[in-house]
């Protein structure tokens, strides 16, 4: 889903979230992983056993270098068992990915490596076992996670609600029809974007949007961004053919709804779209979750990066003397508060 022709947003630093707890779409984050973490010929990196494990790499010091530089909290939320109606999005995109596959595999054959890692860049899978993988190696680091029922974007924004967390974040858009307060976008480090299609990369900036911001600055309601959002496309729905945001964002100001729209368009909309207004309305989220950090198991580790996964003993040396500097702050930070309040 497209809002960025009508987005409201502000740019900002990664300094500007330091102290802030953020709300992290898990599976997004790890297929940006997956899909850049590649040697130049396009091929993941792999355990001795062959398992992939780009993935964990990308955690592990992206997670560690936000939370000691930039003294952020994060809390990982994990998608559920998706909708019915995103059985149409996920199949085509396994199909765009078959599609990758089959490309990277000819350009490989032919030498042209550029060309081969642009495709495998579009050929990631986030299976099972890679998701486990992550969620061990969290927990190791003592990262909160939590398992959403459904969709993580839904969850990030109950979260974001409910004050447990000050933001969401993730690349989509969806979590602003979730309902999140902040949405905080191109939580990276590199500061670069790859474009596969183009071969190439842009500079890239974190944003943060405002929900009520924004929503005032295009003068309509979440309602009425969720049916603009259905009449565009989503992933639970196919878009009404030539209706992008703006079209969509002036129909709703000047009908209010889907349901009043006229006969030429009603007859264009999807069937299901009040199932669709649900889903944002009213997702499937759980209240049983934790923010706070656990225990760092270093021997378990160890053991688990460098014993099973391959990783430098060195290399992980590193993201735990981080993590150990950014429990340390935040300890102080704790205590500081905790003095604070009893004063």
């Known amino acids: ?9 502000r740019t900002i630093r990664l300094e500007d979230l330091e102290g802030r707890k953020i709300a992290v779409d898990a599976n997004n ?12 010929k396009g091929i993941p990196l792999k355990a001795p056993d062959g398992t992939v494990t780009s993935h964990l790499t990308g955690l592990l010091y992206r997670t560690t270098r936000l939370l000691s530089e930039y ?73 909160p996670y939590i398992q959403a029922p459904s969709e993580a974007e839904a ?19 969806d979590s602003l029809l979730f309902g999140t307060p902040r949405l905080v976008r191109y939580l990276t480090i590199s500061g670069r974007e790859y474009l596969p299609s183009k071969m190439t990369s842009r500079p890239l900036k974190p944003e943060v ?20 959002a259905i009449l565009i496309g989503t992933d639970f ?21 889907i349901d009043d729209l006229p006969d030429e368009i009603m007859k264009k909309v999807p069937g299901h779209y009040g199932d669709v207004r649900r889903l944002f309305l009213e997702p499937s989220v759980t209240s049983e979750y934790t923010t706070s950090f656990g225990p760092l198991k270093e021997d378990e580790l160890y053991d688990f990066l460098c014993d ?29 508060r905790w003095l604070a309040g009893s004063d």
């Open 29 to 40: 984050v790890l297929y940006q992983f997956l899909a850049l973490i590649r040697t130049p």
């Open 71 to 143: 003294r952020m909290e994060m809390a990982f939320v994990f998608d559920g068992k998706p909708s019915e109606y995103k059985e149409k999005e996920i199949e085509m995109r396994r199909e765009l990915r078959e599609k990758a596959t089959r490309e990277w595999r000819e350009a490989l054959s032919a030498g042209d490596y550029a060309k081969a890692f642009s495709k495998a860049v579009m050929s990631s899978r986030l299976t099972r076992p890679l998701v486990q993988d992550a969620k061990t190696l969290l927990t190791l680091l003592g990262v």
């Open 155 to 173: 969850q990030a924004a109950y979260m974001a609600k409910e004050g447990d967390v000050w933001a969401s974040s993730s690349r989509d858009y």
């Open 1 to 9: 889903m497209n809002l960025t022709p009508i987005i409201v947003k």
């Open 209 to 228: 949007i405002t929900l009520e911001d924004f929503l005032a600055r295009i003068a309509i309601t979440r309602e009425q961004l969720v049916d603009l």
């Open 308 to 336: 099973q996964k391959g990783f430098s003993r060195d290399r992980v040396g590193s993201a735990v003397e981080r993590l150990r500097v950014s429990r340390e702050r935040m300890e102080q930070s704790d205590l500081k």
């Open 237 to 257: 729905n196919e878009g009404v053919k030539g209706i992008g945001p703006k079209t969509a964002l002036r129909l709703v100001r000047e009908h209010g709804r």
